[in-house]
Each structure stands twice: as structure tokens, then as C-alpha cells.
């Protein structure tokens, strides 16, 4: 079970962590889940902002009006979806403001910007550098970024150390933070797509690696484990029905791999009206050979044991 996000903050943030955080030299871990950066920002899967361990109401209350904040938390994301980091003033304005004029977007984004600021609580929680913007790390940490090194420091570790286990903190780190797919809940903007495709490969190498590393250790009831998992966050991918039939397939679990090809058949045909590809019709196949094999075998073998203690046939006496 994995804890929710104001669960994991509230630890993170005990009272008094932004005056600790804000003395002069302080330093944090924008990796590790309660290093005391006061703003955490989640954009994989359910969008929210959380200071200093509290949820920031995105909706608006009886104090303030939730239309006055759709735009910042717009910029916010937009930001985030563009890599947070040297974002030009001219991309952001284009996406967030397409139909306005050159100097008024800029004029929108500007405006904007101060809005933002004041949401998150800090001026330097976004710095403006040259006609672009850069989220600061220092005081904010995103589940993106976080996602991203865990799984580039596991498959880097699991490359440099195949048989080892080093890599596997990071990698299951990496998983608990993917909550889904890059802001799946949030009204569809074109922004959007492109680090949600990046995001949803790199969930889709995770997977495949650490369930291989799992399958190589004999260690096919973790491997099955994180494959229901991964499902649970992406229920139409078939490459994840794909690993979870090949781990059951070498755990020799034959009718658990026709389960799961039912599931995934069934599952694409719904959503997507698409056919499993060949490669998992191969695998499922495989599944019914080795099946057959194994039943014919266990027929030969139970042939044989009632064969075992009995004498040879008696011959009838000749008259």
C-alpha cells in the first residue's frame, strides 16, 4: 500500500522546516522524500502542490476565488512539461496564450508569473534569467525529476553490476513515485504529450528491467509482484502483459500466463479495439506447448507407475 501524498509530506515537513530551510547555507537532497525542500510538486498522475507538508487547495475556498489560480498552476506545468530549466519567455507564452498577440502573451506571462509566485509562497520558487525561467531546485522538488534519476541511476547501476542488487533500491524508489501517466487527470493540452510519451518509456524500461533482473535471481514471485504492480498504473500496456507472462511462463505457472493473455486480450479489445501483438500471441503460445508437453509427459509418467509390480501377463492354459 502506498502512502498518499499529504501522508508522505506531513513527515517530510515537520514544524518549523521552511525557517530551517531558509537559513543562510542550507542545503537539500532533491531526491530524497523528507529532506525538508518546503514546495513538492506531483505531476505523475493526480496533480497537486503541497507546502511545507500541506496541501495547497487548486480548486480555490471560501477565501479565494479557484479561477484566479487555473493560470499559474497552467504555467506551472507548462513549465515543468518544457524540463523546468532555461524555459525561453516566448515558448511558454505561445503554448499558455496561442491566439494572443507577441507583447501581449508576454504581457499575460508576466502578470502570470507574479500570480505563481505568490501561490507557492516565495519569489525565489521561480527564477527569470535572460528571457527564460527555471524552477528552482532548492526549494522545490518534483516527482518528475526525482522519477527521472532513480531510474537512470538504477539501469546505469544494473548495467555497471548485472548480477548484483545495487540497482534495485533505485528502481523500486523510481516505481513508487509513478503514480501514473504525466498529468493523466488533467484536461488534455498538447504540451502535454511529448514528456508523458518520454515519461511512460522510461516506466516502461523500469519495468521490463528490474522484472528481468528479478527473473535472473530466480525470483519469480517479486518479479510477477511488480509486474501487478506496474499494471495497476498502466493498465493497457501490453509490453507489461508481455513481462508478466514471461515470468510466470519460467515459473512454469501455465495456466496463471492464459490468465493473463485473457486479460490483456480482452483489455485491448475494449479500449483500444486492437489485437495483442505477435510477440505476446508467441509467448502465450510457447505457454500452450510447454503445457502440452507437460501434461503428456505426466500422462507417460503415470503410465509407467501403474505399470511398476505387476507380473507379466498370464497365459492362457492350452486344453
Known amino acids: 500500500m502506498y502512502e498518499t501524498h499529504s501522508a508522505i509530506d506531513s513527515r517530510a515537513f515537520p514544524r518549523g522546516s521552511m525557517e530551517r530551510f531558509a537559513r543562510p547555507g542550507a542545503q537539500a537532497n532533491p531526491d530524497r522524500i523528507g529532506s525538508g525542500v518546503p514546495i513538492r510538486i506531483y505531476m505523475l498522475g493526480r496533480f497537486s502542490v503541497v507546502i511545507a507538508g500541506q496541501p495547497v487547495s487548486l480548486n480555490g475556498n471560501k477565501n479565494s476565488n479557484g479561477k484566479t489560480k487555473k493560470r499559474p498552476l497552467?504555467?506551472?506545468?507548462?513549465?515543468?512539461?518544457?524540463?523546468?530549466?532555461?524555459?525561453?519567455?516566448?515558448?511558454?507564452?505561445?503554448?499558455?496564450?496561442?491566439?494572443?498577440?507577441?507583447?501581449?502573451?508576454?504581457?499575460?506571462?508576466t502578470v502570470t508569473l507574479h500570480r505563481l509566485r505568490h501561490l507557492l509562497r516565495s519569489n525565489a520558487a521561480v527564477l527569470q534569467h535572460d528571457g527564460k525561467l527555471t524552477l528552482n531546485e532548492g526549494i522545490c522538488w518534483v516527482d518528475v525529476w526525482s522519477f527521472e534519476r532513480s531510474v537512470n541511476d538504477g539501469l546505469r547501476r544494473?548495467?555497471?553490476?548485472?548480477?548484483?542488487?545495487?540497482?534495485?533500491?533505485?528502481?523500486?524508489?523510481a516505481l513508487s513515485l509513478y503514480s501514473g501517466h504525466f498529468l493523466s487527470r488533467e484536461s488534455e493540452e498538447s504540451w502535454m504529450l511529448t514528456p508523458r510519451l518520454r515519461l511512460k518509456t522510461k516506466f516502461e524500461r523500469l519495468v521490463a528491467a528490474l522484472?528481468?533482473?528479478?527473473?535472473?535471481?530466480?525470483?519469480f514471485s517479486d518479479a510477477v509482484d511488480l509486474c501487478l504492480q506496474a499494471l495497476e498504473r498502466d493498465p493497457l500496456n501490453e509490453l507489461i502483459y508481455r513481462r508478466l507472462m514471461s515470468c510466470y511462463l519460467k515459473a512454469g505457472e501455465f495456466a496463471s500466463v492464459l490468465r493473463t493473455y485473457t486479460r490483456c486480450r480482452e483489455a485491448l479489445a475494449s479500449e483500444l479495439s486492437s489485437p495483442p501483438s505477435l510477440e505476446t500471441e508467441n509467448i502465450y503460445l510457447e505457454s500452450v506447448r510447454a503445457a502440452t508437453e507437460l501434461s503428456g509427459a505426466q500422462a507417460a509418467r503415470l503410465s509407467h507407475l501403474s505399470g511398476i509390480g505387476r507380473g507379466p501377463p498370464m497365459k492362457r492354459a492350452l486344453a
Not at 544494473?158 to 524508489?173: C, Y
Request: no cysteine.
Open 74 to 109: 497552467a504555467l506551472l506545468k507548462a513549465l515543468i512539461a518544457f524540463g523546468g530549466r532555461g524555459v525561453a519567455y516566448s515558448q511558454l507564452a505561445e503554448s499558455l496564450w496561442p491566439d494572443s498577440e507577441g507583447d501581449l502573451a508576454v504581457r499575460n506571462l
Open 158 to 173: 544494473l548495467n555497471e553490476s548485472p548480477g548484483a542488487d545495487v540497482s534495485e533500491p533505485h528502481l523500486r524508489a
Open 211 to 219: 522484472s528481468r533482473h528479478l527473473e535472473n535471481g530466480e525470483r
